[in-house]
């Protein structure tokens, strides 16, 4: 669920030289002039929104059941077909010598790499990324996270669902025994409406999940079926309920 939710990033652009990769590990495919900071800021309007982007060669994207770096680096030249993505807020945050720094929330599948690339390029330019800090996905920030292992786990609860922008089930406490035990889904949650909270944006309001409380109590994960229309149209997915045995 992570991976659909919107990510804020800082990236650091190198202008004037272009690599295979997008990145410094590359081999150099292109040269021009540094543009000036007034001709970068000119061009960020057009990558605000909606648009159509071109993934880089080296990904991960699958092609014909392969990965596309895989097919480069075998001397392949896969086609990298365009796909739509949402830059929901782009600023530059510096600029200095060859190099600026500009943040980023974006839609899932948005590749700052091919950002740096398309902004080079609009700014009559070529460019690469040259450093990439994900700063926070949906609602958990790079400020909240921890260097201590046994503090880096947070317990699930409704703030953590929130954050990952899916909808909760909030049953009645009696209905625990019900999901521990595996009783029909449609059943359990028969009558009850799934609640969105403000963090469904994260996802764009589309989801394909949702959370089970009874009570206070996290007791699972459900997953939409092909309907997805009503009790009928979820499944059990996660089931995490603590009964007289323990977790099940």
Request: charged residues 25%; aromatic residues 6%.
């Amino acid at each position: 669920w992570f991976s659909g939710c919107d990510k804020d990033s800082v990236g650091r652009i190198r202008f004037g030289t272009e690599t295979d990769t997008l990145d410094p590990e590359g081999a150099v495919i292109g040269e021009a002039p540094i543009p000036r900071r007034e001709e970068v800021e000119a061009v960020l309007p057009r990558f605000r929104g909606n648009l159509m982007q071109t993934p880089p060669a080296y990904s991960a994207i699958h092609i014909d059941g392969r990965r596309a770096h895989e097919l480069v680096r075998s001397g392949q030249a896969p086609v990298m077909k365009e796909r739509p993505v949402t830059i929901h807020e782009l600023t530059l945050e510096s600029f200095e010598g060859s190099d600026a720094v500009i943040h980023v929330r974006c839609s899932a599948g948005t590749y700052i790499r091919s950002l740096a690339r398309d902004i080079a390029l609009a700014a009559n330019s070529r460019g690469h990324l040259v450093t990439l800090v994900r700063t926070r996905v949906a609602g958990f920030s790079l400020e909240d996270a921890s260097e201590t292992p046994e503090l880096a786990l947070r317990p699930i609860d409704r703030a953590v669902i929130d954050a990952l922008g899916l909808p909760r089930f909030d049953l009645e406490p009696e209905k625990l025994q019900k999901i521990i035990q595996g009783k029909v889904i449609s059943q359990v949650i028969n009558g009850v409406e799934p609640v969105f909270s403000a963090g469904s944006a994260g996802t764009g309001g589309k989801t394909t999940a949702a959370a089970l409380f009874c009570g206070d109590t996290f007791a699972g994960i459900v997953e939409k079926t092909d309907n997805g229309v009503g009790p009928a149209g979820w499944r059990y997915g996660y089931v995490y309920a603590a009964d007289t045995k323990g977790i099940v």
